[in-house]
């Protein structure tokens, strides 16, 4: 069945990039819609922003100014770019599919999700 | 942005009991909610999309209601194992999609 697993550093610091990759197996990452969203320890959930395999992307207006998704197809991975991060920026990261032409919108698979800490 | 409000924060129930989730809306959102549940240390899980569509393997108690700006989620008998954080989530428009704050239903 299709999994999602995230990669990247567990640590960055501050004023940095976050950079993130999302690696889809078991399926084609073609005709779906595909975000990150993130989870503050202890906090609520915060969708970051999606891309669709032909590389259209939508992001949240707060992180906007920051973020960068974007997309391989050939090796079947989507990645995310958060800029000049703070300590605010400390969450857990998830990849997750968010539909396709048809059922869009809602995310109905999920990758375990990664930790990432913003710290000098 | 449509914020989303969840009622209540933190809910205590017995195995057995029916519960119910509340989760409005700031504005119409039609009926574009879904519904996860998530245990500690894991991602969260889809129940509910477009406000009462049951995701594929889901167990019958989990249902939803609602449109326009008020929606619910129901357990019809809480089992030991929904013991978890309840998000609802909006996803109307192309341009943001947002969650709720999260129920936490607790063991009474």
């Known amino acids: 069945q299709v999994q999602l697993q995230e990669s990247g550093p567990g640590l960055v610091k501050p004023s940095e990039t976050l950079s993130l990759t999302c690696t889809v197996s078991?399926?084609?990452?073609?005709?779906?819609?595909w975000s990150w969203i993130r989870q503050p320890p202890g906090k609520g959930l915060q969708w970051i922003g999606y891309i669709y395999y032909s590389g259209s992307t939508n992001y949240n207006p707060s992180l906007k100014s920051r973020v960068t998704i974007s997309v391989d197809t050939s090796k079947n991975q989507f990645s995310l770019k958060l800029s000049s991060v703070t300590a605010a920026d400390t969450a857990m990261y998830y990849c997750a599919r968010s539909g396709d032409d048809y059922n869009f919108g809602y995310f109905d698979l999920w990758g375990r999700g990664t930790l990432v800490t913003v710290s000098s | 942005d449509i914020q989303m409000t969840q009622s209540p924060s933190t809910l205590s129930a017995s195995v057995g009991d029916r519960v119910t989730i509340t989760c409005r809306a700031s504005?119409?959102?039609?009926?574009?909610l879904a519904w996860y549940q998530q245990k500690p240390g894991k991602a969260p899980k889809l129940l509910i999309y477009k406000a009462s569509s049951l995701e594929s393997g889901v167990p019958l108690r989990f249902s939803g209601s609602g449109s326009g700006t008020e929606f619910t989620l129901t357990i019809s008998s809480l089992q030991p194992d929904d013991f978890a954080t309840y998000y609802c989530q909006q996803y109307n428009s192309y341009s943001s999609w947002t969650f709720g704050q999260g129920t936490k239903v607790e063991i009474k």
């Open positions: 078991g399926g084609s990452i073609t005709s779906y819609y």
């Open positions: 504005q119409s959102i039609t009926y574009w």
